[in-house]
């Protein structure tokens, strides 16, 4: 369980760290509207990871089966 947390972890603050610094280079201002996508792309951001973790998780199940 410890390898799935750790693949959520790593993938939620990579893609963070990706996030704010193409924010940072693409935008200059900040207005409402750039606000309003932060959040929802760091909202998709998570629920995307948990699908990359539910993944691996999969993937190691189908493994062990065999």
């Given at each position: 369980?410890?390898?799935?947390?750790?693949?959520?972890?790593?993938?939620?603050?990579l893609?963070?760290?990706?996030?704010?610094?193409?924010?940072?280079?693409?935008?200059g201002?900040?207005?409402?509207?750039?606000?309003?996508?932060?959040?929802?792309t760091?909202?998709?951001?998570?629920?995307?990871?948990?699908?990359?973790?539910?993944?691996?998780?999969?993937?190691?199940?189908?493994?062990?089966?065999?």
């Amino acid at each position: 369980m410890k390898g799935y947390i750790g693949v959520f972890v790593l993938v939620v603050v990579l893609s963070i760290i990706l996030l704010t610094v193409f924010n940072a280079v693409f935008t200059g201002g900040g207005d409402i509207l750039q606000e309003t996508l932060m959040a929802s792309t760091m909202v998709i951001s998570v629920l995307l990871s948990v699908i990359i973790t539910q993944l691996f998780y999969l993937i190691n199940l189908f493994k062990n089966k065999k």
